[in-house]
């Protein structure tokens, strides 16, 4: 029995060796040419050997873990803040679940201490997802979220780009992708407890109805996203401008004689177009401070544009006398 035990603590002490981890400096410009020189590239487009306080710990190629991107030799650690247009690209998530559900409120009552609960909640929830959100990604505890970008489509479907001898499938974007999907997670936490909130304390007349109408198309919002991600990111400034526009429509076309409706929404409409010129502006970089003052007064002349020109479009208000 003895002896059993020792050759199979000889072996486990064998592969402890075996598996130990190398130790080669990649934290200088000097260490990376030599590094580079001596070893060859991994294959895939996504590969890379494990990185570690300055130094390489494997020459084995494989993906690189989360928070990490591959220089092509090894996955090292991303630092880059997030840009305007990154931003933008989240913000446009919370921006788009709030505006559904205050539609999805308005147009399902007309109760006024109902209708502006479940919107001041619909703000809240998405408000605060957002947040905790910022604040569980690197370098935690702080809404300065740092990322590895986005250089092509292809960074947003790593699993598609991989060679015959290595398989590597990462988020190259990291965290653009799981970010997303985090807040989905935290909002849908935070939906729920407002939920409650209301139908307990406020109301429970129109409670059923509009909760399911807000509820429903989540799983297809997911699926489109986790689908089209990459396609989302390389355009989502022009679909919510295209989103915006149509907001628009739907409340002039279906409150075009209750102005209160319309006040009401204006910031939400506002919000939505400004945001969408930003981003517009952040991609194609025209980002100095004259475009920057053109997306913030641009949304605000189209509803006192609505006000001075309904007199000539409300058939209503029309004086038709016959000859």
Not at 137 to 155: E, I, Q, R
Not at 163 to 168: I, P, V, W
Not at 242 to 253: A, C, G, K, P, R
Not at 294 to 302: G, K, M, Q, Y
Request: proline letters at 3%.
């Amino acid at each position: 029995m003895r002896n059993l035990f020792s050759f199979y603590f000889f072996i486990f002490i064998l592969f402890i060796i075996s598996v130990k981890s190398i130790s080669i400096c990649y934290d200088t410009d000097q260490c990376k040419i030599d590094f580079q020189t001596n070893y060859t590239k991994c294959g895939g487009t996504y590969c890379g050997r494990k990185y570690k306080n300055g130094e390489v710990t494997s020459l084995s190629c494989s993906s690189c873990q989360k928070g990490y991107r591959t220089d092509g030799y090894v996955c090292l650690p991303c630092k880059k803040n997030l840009t305007g247009y990154q931003w933008s690209y989240f913000v446009f998530f919370p921006v788009l679940i709030t505006s559904y559900l205050i539609i999805i409120t308005i147009f399902s009552t007309n109760v006024k201490r109902e209708r502006l609960s479940h919107i001041v909640f619909s703000v809240v929830e998405t408000v605060i997802a957002f947040f905790v959100t910022t604040i569980t990604f690197p370098p935690y505890g702080n809404v300065k979220v740092t990322t590895c970008n986005s250089t092509a489509l292809a960074d947003w479907y790593t699993g598609f780009h991989n060679s015959n001898d290595n398989h590597c499938m990462s988020e190259a974007v990291f965290p653009l992708w799981s970010m997303v999907l985090a807040f989905f997670g935290y909002w849908f936490i935070f939906f729920m407890i407002c939920r409650v909130i209301i139908w307990r304390y406020i109301e429970k007349a129109f409670f059923t109805t509009i909760f399911l109408r807000s509820i429903h198309p989540i799983p297809f919002f997911l699926l489109g996203f986790l689908l089209l991600s990459g396609l989302i990111y390389y355009s989502f400034s022009w679909i919510l401008l295209i989103y915006s526009v149509s907001v628009d429509v739907i409340f002039y076309l279906y409150t075009f004689t209750k102005k209160k409706q319309i006040v009401g929404s204006y910031f939400l409409r506002y919000a939505l177009l400004a945001l969408s010129l930003y981003a517009i502006t952040q991609q194609t970089g025209l980002d100095n401070n004259l475009y920057l003052i053109v997306v913030l007064v641009a949304p605000l002349i189209i509803s006192p544009l609505y006000y001075f020109t309904q007199i000539l479009t409300n058939p209503d208000d029309w004086e038709i006398t016959d000859p």
